[in-house]
């Protein structure tokens, strides 16, 4: 049984769409490491000091010889590693033991142009074997001029929203509605039409608190006294998600994690990511400057129909098939047929 590392993009996070990210993360990868034991370490936060990797420690070897590195999604990759903090919270003397990391789903920060010292850093800590699975063409390209392999394979999160899920999900409205804000994008107006338009057309109101700030955010707004509030858990998101509702929200993963559990989603679109996603993926999205429409969105029927390349995906998973494995899978098939 081989060890194999996991790099956890919700550890240190202030954001509870990374859990979101690092749950289907996990799931997608669980056919992958069947047959491994399964070790993980934090990305926010530093994973060694300088004095731990110098040493060498048994505890140390035992993480750097690992068969394969995962690095779980998000806008992990970013043009200076030398800001204050960095996502991926590692540098030249501490990232030896994680020489090898394979990117699944992640994405790139802001900017454009990437510095020297980010450059040789990643060049040192990524693999140069295995192709990355990068959320976007834009983080392709990035990995691709380093001199890596990537595919765009999406997030890890759209992964489960093939055609055939995707017909389970209503295409008509319900009585309830769970709804989510962003306070790093405020528009007191347009977040205040959106929750003018969900108390008229929804019987149910519930908000789901995926950053603390969110709620803070959503006190300053008016109307908002018979809206019901959802911790800000996983467990909770799904638990509420388990009932007959919609969602519509601004956090463009809690939208996706409500169409995994099968759920009448409108994503509205704050940012070039979010609006970038929804047309390469076919979200059903309405930009915010358009909210003057999302009541009649909210009323017609919606067809769920994402758009993923799971070619690209497979292609992404295969490297990691042994032959072996294929051949027991083939033979499995075989004998149940």
């Known amino acids: 049984m081989d060890n194999v590392l996991l790099l956890d993009t919700s550890v240190g996070s202030l954001n509870k769409g990374d859990d979101i990210i690092m749950t289907c993360v996990r799931y997608h990868l669980s056919e992958i490491v069947e047959d491994d034991y399964l070790l993980t370490l934090p990305t926010h936060v530093s994973p060694f000091s300088w004095y731990q990797v110098a040493r060498n420690s048994n505890r140390v070897k035992i993480y750097s010889e690992a068969k394969h590195k995962f690095v779980g999604g998000t806008n992990l990759l970013t043009m200076d590693m030398l800001t204050h903090f960095p996502q991926w919270n590692i540098n030249i003397f501490n990232c030896g033991p994680l020489k090898g990391s394979i990117l699944l789903g992640?994405?790139?920060?802001?900017?454009?142009?990437?510095?020297?010292?980010?450059?040789?850093?990643?060049?040192?800590?990524?693999?140069?074997?295995?192709?990355?699975?990068?959320?976007?063409e834009r983080t392709k390209a990035l990995l691709e001029?380093?001199?890596?392999?990537?595919?765009?394979?999406?997030?890890?999160?759209?992964?489960s929203l093939t055609p055939e899920f995707c017909k389970g999900i209503p295409t008509?409205?319900?009585?309830?509605?769970?709804?989510?804000?962003?306070?790093?994008?405020?528009?007191?107006?347009?977040?205040?039409?959106?929750?003018?338009?969900?108390?008229?057309?929804?019987?149910?109101?519930?908000?789901?608190v995926q950053d603390k700030?969110?709620?803070?955010?959503?006190?300053?707004?008016?109307?908002?006294?018979?809206?019901?509030?959802?911790?800000?858990?996983?467990?909770?998101?799904?638990?509420?998600?388990?009932?007959?509702?919609d969602y519509i929200g601004t956090r463009l993963h809690g939208g996706i994690f409500a169409m995994r559990n099968?759920?009448?989603?409108?994503?509205?679109?704050?940012d070039e990511r979010a609006r970038g996603m929804g047309e390469t993926y076919n979200l059903n999205q309405i930009d915010r400057n358009n909210l003057d429409n999302l009541e009649k969105m909210i009323n017609s029927s919606i067809v769920t129909d994402v758009n993923v390349n799971f070619d690209i995906v497979n292609m992404w998973r295969d490297q990691f098939?042994?032959?072996?494995?294929?051949?027991?899978?083939?033979?499995?098939?075989?004998a149940m047929k």
């Open 106 to 136: 992640v994405g790139a920060g802001k900017g454009n142009k990437i510095t020297k010292y980010t450059k040789m850093l990643y060049k040192k800590v990524l693999s140069h074997e295995y192709i990355h699975s990068a959320r976007d």
């Open 262 to 270: 099968k759920i009448r989603s409108i994503i509205i679109g704050i």
């Open 145 to 159: 001029e380093m001199g890596f392999k990537a595919l765009n394979t999406g997030c890890a999160t759209l992964w």
């Open 213 to 245: 700030k969110d709620l803070n955010y959503l006190k300053t707004l008016d109307n908002i006294k018979n809206i019901k509030i959802v911790p800000p858990t996983l467990e909770s998101f799904q638990e509420i998600l388990s009932t007959d509702i």
């Open 172 to 208: 008509e409205k319900s009585d309830s509605v769970v709804f989510t804000l962003s306070h790093h994008s405020k528009d007191y107006i347009k977040d205040q039409l959106l929750i003018d338009v969900l108390n008229r057309n929804y019987k149910n109101v519930y908000f789901w």
């Open 321 to 334: 098939k042994s032959p072996q494995k294929v051949m027991d899978k083939a033979t499995k098939k075989r």
